[in-house]
Every structure is written in C-alpha cells, then in structure tokens.
C-alpha cells in the first residue's frame, strides 16, 4: 500500500519559515516526479513547488526566492523549504508523486500551513 504522509506544518508569524516533509511507502520515489499543492479555503488548489525526477524544480511565481523544493530518494522523502512566510501562504500543503506516464498518482493527506501578521 502506497502512503505519503506530510509533516512540519503549523502556525507561525509572517516572516519565520518551515519546512514541509512528504514520507513515502510502498513506493520507490526515484522512479516519480514529485512535488506540492497548496489549497486555501476559497481558493483554488495551486501547484506551489515540483521536482522531476532528474532534479529539475519549478515554483510558482508566488513563492519564487522563498521556497525550495528538494529531494532525498535515499530516504524516499521530499522537502519543502519555506521562508519568509507571510499570511498569502496559509493554506493546506499536499504532496504527491506522479510517474511520468501519468498512469500512477499519489497524494498525501495534507499539513496545514497558517502564518499570521
């Protein structure tokens, strides 16, 4: 059974970081593209960070210059870099993995993130 389990969330002042980490089981994660999800209530779900499997990043113009997205396949766990949190980024966190068929998709369950000015 594949899981991918999210941590690191909380609630934090504008301006402080965290760090976001997406375990996998089940699951060979070298073998996926990987990346992050935010979702506020009201808001659409925005892909906020990704990383192929040959290590290629891309993020949205929101978070550019403040969030890096990494990945350890040794420890089949994903990070998610956040700095200069301000409330805009409050929202939901999900991780996934995607294989690059797109036939094979899996999503955690989400750690809220909720920063305060």
């Known amino acids: 059974q594949v899981q991918l389990v999210e941590s690191g969330g909380g609630l934090v002042q504008a301006g402080e970081s965290l760090r976001l980490s997406c375990v996998a089981s089940?699951?060979?994660?070298?073998?996926?593209?990987l990346g992050w999800y935010r979702q506020a209530p009201g808001h659409q779900r925005e892909l906020v960070a990704a990383v192929t499997r040959g290590g290629n990043t891309n993020y949205a113009d929101s978070v550019k210059g403040r969030f890096t997205i990494s990945r350890d396949n040794a420890k089949n766990t994903m990070y998610l870099q956040m700095n200069s949190l301000n409330p805009e980024d409050t929202a939901g966190y999900y991780c996934y993995a995607k294989s690059n068929s797109g036939t094979r998709e899996y999503w955690g369950r989400g750690t809220q993130v909720t920063v305060s000015s």
């Open positions: 089940g699951v060979i994660f070298s073998f996926f593209n």
